[in-house]
């Protein structure tokens, strides 16, 4: 392999890594801040695991994969005996959320949570513009239809600036996303 087909193939990989942990840093976050919530005994809320396989071949490490479908990012309890889930996105555009990014068995999940009861919510990153955005299921299920007859792969910026009881922006407290705070 010649050097520039070094620096191409490290490239990719380097691509590929980040793709890898994208959200990872803002799921971090919200743990921290989840850790805050318990501490204060407002919540109990825990990051769900996600099951990966591992092929190896000749003792190292061939392949990842995802064992199964997980649920969502986030489960756990409010006080007060309110179940919580959520799931937890990043998005590098400035003007809109790809509705590629949320999977149809992750708004099953929200949509069956919501349905018993429980509060079901999503949290979006919008890292270029450094805005957290906490969107009800209920709201969320009206913006992917608002969507749909538009004909738009995308929920457009403004309609998260359209801020009701269903969409909220999220304000960092002591480094951490206060999602509860923007309950109220």
Do not use: W
């Not at 005996?81 to 590629?100: H, R």
């Not at 429980?118 to 513009?129: R, V």
């Not at 909220?168 to 407290?173: A, D, E």
């Not at 996303?177 to 923007?182: L, N, T």
């Amino acid at each position: 392999m010649n050097k520039r087909q070094q620096e191409h193939y490290q490239a990719r990989q380097y691509k590929n890594l980040s793709q890898k942990n994208r959200g990872m840093r803002f799921e971090t976050l919200i743990e921290g801040m989840c850790q805050n919530y318990q501490a204060k005994n407002i919540a109990l809320i825990q990051k769900i695991p996600t099951h990966v396989g591992a092929e190896n071949v000749n003792g190292k490490l061939a392949n990842a994969h995802f064992k199964k479908k997980s649920t969502v990012d986030f489960t756990g309890m409010l006080c007060g005996g309110l179940s919580v889930a959520f799931e937890a996105k990043e998005c590098a555009s400035n003007t809109s959320f790809p509705l590629k990014n949320i999977k149809q068995h992750q708004l099953d999940y929200l949509r069956m949570h919501d349905l018993l009861g429980g509060c079901s919510f999503i949290l979006i990153h919008f890292t270029n513009l450094n805005q957290i955005f906490r969107v009800e299921y209920k709201e969320l299920e009206k913006m992917i239809q608002e969507c749909a007859e538009n004909k738009r792969k995308s929920i457009p910026i403004g309609r998260f600036a359209k801020i009701s009881n269903g969409c909220n922006i999220v304000k960092m407290r002591h480094g951490y996303p206060d999602f509860m705070e923007a309950m109220n």
